[in-house]
């Protein structure tokens, strides 16, 4: 189904001349949309070790801060987080610092870079973050220093993805409790080789969030795993993967 047209969507926001428009109205709006929303897109990569490099993530659809799944009350040193502060830092100042773009510590095994973050200091060290540009190309254990003016002791960040490897062909999904589940109905994976050519052996090519058992009346199973596959026999290779969400399904 199209998405709306354009004078439906702005014929549903507030006069601003007799309301401020807030951030609630224009969430509203975006969610009666019918087209898929674009919420993932990186590589996996099975047979190199490095397994997932991200490109670009939805934080509404993927592991929010503080919780491991819908349950909340998670630390920033958790390793449940997309962003694990494995270091809290030293001397940090009080408040809110200026965004701060973090150096990859091992950019020999990543290209993964420009992530900007905001921290906020208490008692010499970081008690909460915000991620004010989302940068792309990062692995999974990717080190992060926060060079925060004034500290004298700077800030890691531990990257652990939104999509995580969790054995051969089978992906975990962080989702994000506002959100919900990413499941087989309301997600749409797609998947293309990296780096195919035409003496390239394919036996089993898929990509899907979830399994589905279609004998007898359909059932949907495995809620936040991605099952993709490339390859032949023991060989993988490398794959793009783009998902969408369906808002609403």
């Known amino acids: ?4 047209p354009k004078r439906d969507l702005l014929a549903q926001l507030a006069d601003n001349n007799s309301k401020q428009i807030s951030a609630t109205d224009v969430s509203s709006i975006v969610t009666t949309m019918y087209q898929p929303t674009l919420i ?6 099975d047979d190199s070790g490095r397994q997932v490099i991200e490109y670009y993530f939805n934080p509404d659809y993927f592991q ?3 919780y491991n799944g819908d349950v909340g009350g998670q630390s920033l040193t958790s390793n449940t987080q997309i962003y694990q502060f494995t270091n809290l830092g030293a001397g940090v100042p ?3 610092s200026s965004a701060i773009t973090a150096t990859n510590v091992t950019p020999s095994t990543s290209g993964g870079k420009g992530l900007k973050v ?3 200091g208490a008692g010499g060290v970081v008690t909460d973050y915000e991620v004010v540009v989302q940068g792309g190309g990062y692995r999974p254990g990717d080190q992060l220093r926060l060079s925060v003016p004034g500290a004298s002791v700077p800030p890691i960040i531990t990257y652990r ?9 089978v992906y975990t999904m962080t989702f994000n409790v506002d959100n919900g589940f990413h499941t087989g109905v309301n997600s749409i994976p797609q998947m293309i080789p990296y780096n195919l050519t035409s003496n390239t052996d394919v036996e089993d090519m898929y990509c899907r969030v979830g399994d589905l058992n279609e ?16 390859g032949y026999d023991s060989i993988r290779w490398a794959m793009n993967i783009t998902i969408w969400r369906i808002n609403g399904a």
Do not use: Q
């Open 64 to 66: 929010k801060k503080g």
């Open 215 to 230: 004998s007898g009346s359909p059932v949907y199973s495995s809620n936040n795993i991605l099952k993709c596959r490339a």
């Open 118 to 120: 905001m921290v906020f």
């Open 161 to 169: 993805a939104a999509i995580r490897f969790f054995s051969t062909d």
């Open 94 to 96: 009080n408040g809110w």
């Open 40 to 45: 993932y897109h990186g590589t996996l990569e």
């Open 1 to 4: 189904m199209a998405s709306l």
